[in-house]
């Protein structure tokens, strides 16, 4: 009896490969990718509420599963835009320009729903959300003074604006900055990727994972800091003022920074396991001129310094 149930059980996954790649093939992810499938979910429906503020000064975010971003307004107004099953799982305060919003969803980490909810595979699949609630602030300020962000499984994305301040903690998630300017930005993620693009950073980067790759391009740094124990770490046509320092257990390191001839580079590579590769002119001493420090180190990984 249990022979047969094995058999069937076999055949049963072999028929269902097969037909999901019939699906693809005849473009069953395209369909599902430019379709808006909510009315097709087994439950409460997603509504979408917008509510408008006063000046904002800084922003603290408190949520469990829901995604977040950042973007700059277009119409000169600051207001929130969400996608939720009921205005209240969100609370919202703006005391004096401090923003807070809270995820009021306490029991999303551990508890258990019947809801199919198809929207949430199709984002995971497409946009590498986790979540089918979205919540999105839009900034009129020309500069947020302070923006916290704690999550335990929200994925966070931040463009087109100008935060003086930036910390980000994710238990679960990947984080997404582009095209803002900071002086301070401090990055805590136990699983998820970090990608960069377009940041200008003033003063200071700090970024510790877990596990995920870390991703910078287009970017300028004054001093960053990268500390990682599991996955790959990118830069693509970044410069660095004056210190970049990555330490990885396991995983590649690639830099591709901007070169400046009027500059003596300080280099210290080294790699446990692994090869090393730097472009010569790293290499050339130039007394009397200005300093910038790299260190690249990891335990078992490939590392790569060379001229955009």
Same mark, same amino acid.
């Given at each position: 009896?249990?022979?047969?149930v094995l058999?069937t059980?076999?055949?049963m996954?072999?028929?269902?490969?097969?037909l999901?790649?019939?699906g693809i093939q005849?473009?069953?992810?395209e369909?599902l990718?430019?379709?808006?499938?909510d009315?097709?979910?087994l439950?409460?429906s997603?509504?979408?509420?917008t509510?408008?503020?006063?000046t904002?000064?800084s922003?603290?975010?408190?949520?469990?599963?829901?995604?977040?971003k950042i973007?700059?307004s277009?119409?000169g107004?600051?207001?929130?835009?969400y996608f939720?099953?009921?205005?209240?799982d969100?609370?919202?305060t703006?005391?004096?320009?401090?923003?807070?919003?809270?995820?009021?969803?306490?029991?999303?980490k551990?508890?258990?729903s019947i809801?199919?909810?198809?929207?949430f595979?199709? !984002?995971? /699949?497409f946009?590498? +959300?986790i979540s089918?609630?979205?919540?999105v602030?839009y @900034?009129?300020?020309? =500069?947020?003074? &302070?923006?916290n962000?704690?999550s335990?499984?929200?994925?966070?994305t931040?463009?087109d604006?100008?935060?003086?301040n930036?910390k980000i903690?994710?238990?679960a998630?990947n984080?997404?900055?582009k095209n803002i300017?900071?002086?301070?930005?401090?990055?805590?993620?136990l699983a998820g990727?970090?990608?960069?693009?377009?940041v200008n950073?003033?003063?200071h980067?700090r970024s510790?994972?877990?596990?995920?790759?870390?991703?910078v391009?287009?970017?300028?740094?004054?001093?960053?800091?990268?500390?990682?124990?599991?996955?790959?770490?990118?830069?693509s046509n970044v410069?660095? !003022?004056? /210190?970049?320092e990555? +330490?990885?257990n396991?995983?590649?390191?690639n830099?591709s @920074?901007?070169?400046? =001839?009027n500059? &003596?580079y300080?280099?210290?590579?080294?790699?446990?396991?692994?090869?090393i590769?730097?472009?010569?002119?790293?290499n050339k001493?130039?007394?009397?001129?200005?300093?910038?420090?790299?260190r690249l180190?990891?335990?078992a990984?490939?590392?790569?310094l060379e001229?955009n």
């Amino acid at each position: 009896m249990n022979n047969k149930v094995l058999k069937t059980s076999i055949i049963m996954l072999i028929l269902g490969f097969v037909l999901f790649l019939l699906g693809i093939q005849n473009g069953g992810l395209e369909y599902l990718k430019d379709t808006d499938i909510d009315s097709y979910r087994l439950g409460n429906s997603t509504n979408k509420y917008t509510i408008e503020l006063d000046t904002i000064t800084s922003t603290e975010v408190k949520f469990t599963k829901s995604n977040f971003k950042i973007k700059k307004s277009e119409n000169g107004k600051n207001y929130i835009e969400y996608f939720s099953e009921n205005k209240e799982d969100f609370k919202i305060t703006n005391n004096e320009g401090k923003l807070l919003i809270e995820d009021l969803e306490e029991d999303s980490k551990f508890s258990f729903s019947i809801i199919i909810n198809l929207n949430f595979y199709k !984002n995971l /699949l497409f946009n590498d +959300e986790i979540s089918n609630k979205s919540f999105v602030l839009y @900034l009129s300020e020309p =500069e947020l003074e &302070n923006f916290n962000f704690n999550s335990f499984s929200s994925k966070v994305t931040i463009s087109d604006v100008n935060i003086k301040n930036i910390k980000i903690s994710q238990n679960a998630g990947n984080c997404e900055l582009k095209n803002i300017n900071s002086e301070n930005i401090e990055l805590t993620n136990l699983a998820g990727n970090i990608d960069l693009n377009k940041v200008n950073n003033s003063n200071h980067f700090r970024s510790v994972s877990k596990a995920g790759n870390l991703y910078v391009e287009d970017s300028k740094f004054n001093s960053c800091k990268v500390d990682k124990k599991a996955g790959n770490a990118y830069f693509s046509n970044v410069e660095i !003022n004056e /210190l970049l320092e990555v +330490e990885n257990n396991a995983g590649n390191v690639n830099c591709s @920074l901007l070169y400046d =001839e009027n500059v &003596n580079y300080d280099v210290d590579l080294d790699s446990d396991v692994g090869n090393i590769y730097i472009d010569k002119d790293f290499n050339k001493n130039r007394e009397e001129s200005k300093t910038v420090r790299i260190r690249l180190k990891s335990k078992a990984g490939n590392i790569k310094l060379e001229k955009n």
